[in-house]
């Protein structure tokens, strides 16, 4: 069965560091193609922040997030992982790893391509 548990979130005061990590079932190479880290604040619509095409390590980012947030994979780890500094109050949400088995096309942030979601782990930004 296909899994994807995230871990790591907390909280923490604005102008600080964390990071993300989400381990999947199954190994990286042969069984992923695209994974993306979203984002859920209440009241507000999920969105993608990071995306990484697995094969080839290609990233992409969020114009609220570029600059300071990195993600970046382990394929000896099967773990994808949200390196998060300068953190915003704006920041707070539960955040979310995806992955995409098999290419569909389309952008890497539409979260419909996305057929396997992790539970989440919430992170929290105060002022």
């Known amino acids: 069965q296909v899994q994807l548990v995230e871990s790591g979130g907390g909280s923490v005061q604005a102008g600080g560091s964390l990071k993300l990590s989400c381990v999947a079932s199954?190994?990286?190479?042969?069984?992923?193609?695209?994974m993306a880290w979203f984002r859920q604040a209440p009241g507000k619509e999920r969105e993608a922040v990071a995306g990484?095409?697995?094969?080839?390590?290609?990233?992409y980012y969020s114009d609220s997030v570029k600059g300071r947030f990195t993600i970046s994979q382990d394929n000896a780890k099967n773990t994808l992982y949200l390196q998060m500094n300068n953190l915003k109050p704006e920041d707070t949400a539960m955040y979310y790893c995806a992955a995409e088995r098999r290419p569909t096309g389309g952008r890497w942030f539409e979260a419909l391509r996305f057929d396997v979601w992790g539970q989440g782990t919430p992170v929290t930004v105060s002022s």
């Open positions: 199954g190994y990286f190479g042969s069984t992923y193609y695209l």
């Open positions: 990484i095409y697995i094969g080839i390590g290609s990233t």
